[in-house]
């Protein structure tokens, strides 16, 4: 079974719109961390952001939030106005204490920001 | 402080032929990880280390070999490259608990 799954294959949207990444992720650990990795047309993978199991605050950092809850397993990401240059694929991951920093991997959503 | 270096950038390989993907750190850490990009399947993680000495197997390690002598160094060893190994490779470290920070890629095109 997916340990995370980004149900969202491609998104497009228009400028200026908000938009928001799902990620639902599953694990037994109750110490687990989350994190989202952003990859732009030039490839490289962008680390955003990571979350502990233990935080549950929501967080923004300028027109990027994260919303983490955890009776819903769901670890979703939002961007506000968006802009041509938030085009990319998002990917989500999971990584459990437990399993030697394994990471787990979603299958990614690409996101399009028409200008 | 380069974080994770890896090479080369692109590889073309006839199907049968060996090579090493090189990957090093300069950031002390402790865990590396070896992944594959295929498009649609997200990255897939092949073989792991948790420290110098210590290597397993990920969920694709099929055709691939690994070893970790130092903390800083990850070779990742194709035996004998078939098509279905044409793939976007990355490495990537972290300390426990972090974030990964991810090599630039190879991509590696088996004829």
């Known amino acids: 079974a997916q340990k995370v799954t980004q149900a969202q294959t491609e998104i497009s949207v228009v400028e200026k719109e908000d938009v928001t990444l799902d990620c639902v992720y599953e694990?037994?650990?109750?110490?687990?961390?989350l994190f989202w990795y952003k990859q732009p047309p030039s490839g490289e993978l962008v680390f955003l952001i990571r979350r502990n199991s233990f935080d549950e605050q929501n967080e923004i950092s300028g027109r990027y939030s994260w919303n983490f809850q955890k009776s819903t397993s769901s670890f979703n990401f939002t961007i506000t106005a968006s802009q041509v240059v938030d085009s990319a694929v998002y990917f989500c991951?999971?990584?459990?204490?437990?399993?030697?920093?394994?990471?787990?991997f979603g299958t990614g959503t690409s996101l399009t920001v028409i200008p | 402080n380069a974080g994770v270096t890896q090479t080369p950038k692109f590889q073309v390989l006839k199907t049968g032929q060996s090579m090493t993907l090189q990957c090093a750190q300069d950031m002390n850490h402790e865990y590396m990880s070896w992944y594959r990009q295929d498009p649609g399947m997200g990255l897939r993680l092949i073989h792991y280390?948790?420290?110098?000495?210590?290597?397993d197997q990920g969920e694709v390690p099929n055709g691939y070999n690994v070893s970790r002598s130092t903390t800083e160094d990850f070779p990742l060893r194709l035996l004998s490259a078939a098509p279905s190994q044409t793939s976007v490779y990355f490495c990537a470290s972290c300390a426990q608990g972090r974030g990964y920070t991810f090599g630039s890629g190879t991509r590696l095109t088996v004829v």
């Open positions: 991951a999971l990584s459990e204490a437990g399993t030697g920093n394994q990471f787990y």
């Open positions: 694990t037994r650990d109750t110490t687990y961390y």
């Open positions: 280390s948790v420290g110098a000495g210590i290597t």
